[in-house]
């Protein structure tokens, strides 16, 4: 299989940074970390199941402290940070970090580390045999693959919740530098440099994977996402393919509102994704799945059936999941009541039906508003609104409908206030 590491640039602050005898041996140490660290692990059509299998590490200078046995739980307080992103032979996109055993965990560890060692003879052997790890987990899994579908990411960088982490990736190295700046090791003249060659370089990378993974999506499903508005999102992307002839009735509903791409992709995409698994077996791997009663769980229509797998019987001794998993942001929209299950049926049966009056009704039912706001939001589609995540929407939908026609905000301060006002307290 044909395997890359995508790097930073090389930058004239390296050779700076990395002298040690202007710098000392810790921050020139962390340097060399910092610049020969992967910034994306990729693997190009790794079985005929996938296009592309992209594991995005974050970036550590402990590893070879994390590989020892008796710091388990560093590793995987680590591995919270790691990005494992699939295509499929049909273009749709996975978030497969929830599947990342320990033992995978350990394993990329093991390989980072020697990679920084620059230990090449069998780095890329190495490389391959992780893959063939990730590889034999998907074969595993395959009946569980729908509920992995990408509901989340953006591949814009420097957006909320793109798929570029930037917080998680160099904490060691920008804490050194710092602590570097501060005891006056460095001067501000350099330290402004390496922040500066930071931001460019870490952009630069990430549009690099950004524009591998375009280029491995459906690029029919990809061209209507970016004529939506709604950006680069993955969740509304699957949207979007698993909709078969109704691709156009959801590409008007999401161009009309984007500001309610998190919201449709969350809370459509899981049913769609109900028919890609249509008989979940019924053995511990499940209990964590989602299930509604609803009649949006129904079969999906033919122009995707033809992406139904065939099902087979999880081997006994595969490995599960680490228990099962309480998750908070649907708790927090209220995303999993009977109400909100029911009214997500009836609005994907609307769009799907290009039904703008009922979409419009639907809406205004699950989020307990007025017709007329959502009315008013589908006809002005005010970009200053953002795509708040699903937990905020309740709360700003509310808080408009309190408001006059004269109080409506009118520029993007106000909407950036009114925004702050509808975070719950608790959140702050």
């Known amino acids: 299989m044909e395997f890359e590491a995508l790097l930073i640039d090389d930058a004239p602050v390296d050779d700076d940074l990395q002298d040690t005898g202007n710098v000392g041996p810790e921050l020139a140490h962390l340097a060399g970390v910092y610049r020969r660290s992967p910034r994306a692990l990729v693997w190009h059509r790794p079985s005929p199941d ?14 070879s402290l994390m590989a020892n046995p008796i710091f388990a739980q560093l590793t995987r307080a680590w591995g919270l940070h790691v990005r494992f992103v699939g295509v499929d032979r049909d273009g749709l996109a996975y978030d497969f970090r929830n599947l990342l055993a320990d033992h995978t965990l350990r394993l990329l560890v093991e390989l980072l580390d020697a990679e920084l060692a620059d230990d090449r003879p069998v780095l890329d052997a190495l490389f391959a045999s992780m893959a063939g790890e990730m590889l034999t987990l998907l074969e595993l899994r395959r009946q569980g693959w729908g509920r992995h579908l990408d509901v989340e990411h953006r591949l814009e960088p420097g957006l909320p919740a793109t798929l570029f982490a930037r917080e998680s990736r160099y904490p060691d ?16 003249t350099l330290y402004g440099r390496a922040l500066r060659s930071i931001d460019a370089r870490e952009l630069r990378a990430e549009q690099r994977i950004a524009a591998l993974l375009a280029g491995a999506l459906d690029a029919q499903a990809l061209e209507r996402l970016r004529h939506t508005g709604a950006g680069l999102h993955l969740g509304c992307y699957n949207w979007l393919l698993l909709g078969g002839r109704h691709a156009a009735g959801r590409a008007h509903v999401l161009g009309r509102l984007p500001w309610l791409a998190a919201f449709l992709a969350e809370t459509l995409v899981p049913s769609d994704a109900a028919a890609l698994t249509p008989e979940a077996p019924a053995d511990p791997e499940d209990h964590g799945a989602s299930k509604s009663t609803d009649a949006a769980a129904q079969p999906i229509d033919a122009a995707v ?13 595969a490995p599960g999941p680490r228990g099962d998993t309480l998750d908070l942001r649907a708790l927090a929209a209220r995303s999993a009541t009977a109400h909100s299950l029911h009214w997500a049926g009836v609005l994907r049966r ?6 703008d009056r009922a979409v419009i009704e639907a809406l205004a039912q699950r ?21 708040p995540p699903t937990w905020h929407l309740r709360q700003v939908l509310r808080q408009l409908e309190l408001l006059t026609p004269r109080d409506w905000p009118r520029s993007e301060t106000q909407w950036r206030e009114l925004l702050a006002r509808c975070v719950p307290t608790e959140a702050h």
């Open 173 to 188: 190295f920008l804490a050194m530098l710092r602590a570097a700046l501060r005891d006056e090791v460095i001067d501000a």
């Open 350 to 355: 609307a769009i799907d039906a290009g039904q």
């Open 367 to 387: 989020f307990a508003v007025s017709d007329n706001l959502i009315r008013r939001l589908w006809r002005e589609a005010p970009a200053a609104l953002g795509q």
């Open 50 to 63: 996938w296009r592309l299998l992209v594991l995005l590490p974050p970036l550590a200078s402990r590893l």
């Open 305 to 317: 059936a033809h992406r139904v797998r065939p099902q087979r019987q999880r081997p006994t001794d």
